[in-house]
T-cell receptor, first 108, second 115 residues
Framework: GIQVEQSPPDLILQEGANSTLRCNFSDSVNNLQWFHQNPWGQLINLFYIPSGTKQNGRLSATTVATERYSLLYISSSQTTDSGVYFCAVELGGNKLVFGAGTILRVKS | GAVVSQHPSRVICKSGTSVKIECRSLDFQATTMFWYRQFPKQSLMLMATSNEGSKATYEQGVEKDKFLINHASLTLSTLTVTSAHPEDSSFYIC???????????FGPGTRLTVT
């Protein structure tokens, strides 16, 4: 089956720093989503991004479908950005396959 | 918009009993709902896909007789864990798709502990 790899697995940032999270996938996909799972377990939709670039406040994402990767940029990080960031690729039948996640900790 | 709720948020049950978890789309109609399981410090694993009015489709390795899924309406899906055992303890999360773009929206999850 398809492989979804996220890097880095863990990341510690000082508040105010910028970071880039990466998601590689091994086969063509219909779509890609980025999520933030907060400490209480809720998954929050960040981006629905099959290709191109989108921005939402301090976050932006770029997907290059032809090269099978997506990047999530976090600028001016805040402690509330802490949590786990997942990318998930959409296969046929609207199924999502999740990467292992990047655990982000932002220190004040 | 696109809010999904789950109930209960946390449940503790004794081994051998059954537990029902509800998933509701509050402000949209969900033609398709999904059930995931997440073990501590791991990623989400899809258990099954359910479409309103039809039988659920289970992923390989998921016992359909143990995890009963009912999708009775366009806003409600239920997952019943039958004859629960301690190894079924996990975080269960549902999601719902609006159709169209097929973006999935997730519920807050249900933490099941089987003693």
């Amino acid at each position: 089956g398809i492989q979804v790899e996220q890097s880095p697995p863990d990341l510690i940032l000082q508040e105010g720093a910028n970071s880039t999270l990466r998601c590689n996938f091994s086969d063509s996909v219909n779509n890609l989503q980025w999520f933030h799972q907060n400490p209480w377990g809720q998954l929050i939709n960040l981006f629905y991004i099959p290709s191109g670039t989108k921005q939402n406040g301090r976050l932006s994402a770029t997907t290059v479908a032809t090269e099978r990767y997506s990047l999530l940029y976090i600028s001016s990080s805040q402690t509330t950005d802490s949590g786990v960031y997942f990318c998930a690729v959409e296969l046929g039948g609207n199924k999502l396959v999740f990467g292992a996640g990047t655990i982000l900790r932002v220190k004040s | 918009g696109a809010v999904v709720s789950q109930h209960p948020s946390r449940v503790i049950c004794k081994s051998g009993t059954s537990v029902k978890i509800e998933c509701r789309s509050l402000d949209f109609q969900a033609t398709t709902m999904f059930w995931y399981r997440q073990f501590p410090k791991q990623s989400l694993m899809l258990m099954a896909t359910s479409n309103e009015g039809s039988k659920a489709t289970y992923e390989q390795g998921v016992e359909k007789d143990k995890f009963l899924i009912n999708h009775a309406s366009l806003t409600l899906s239920t997952l019943t864990v039958t004859s629960a055992h301690p190894e079924d303890s996990s975080f269960y999360i549902c999601s719902a798709s609006t159709g169209g773009t097929y973006e999935q929206y997730f519920g807050p999850g249900t933490r099941l502990t089987v003693t």
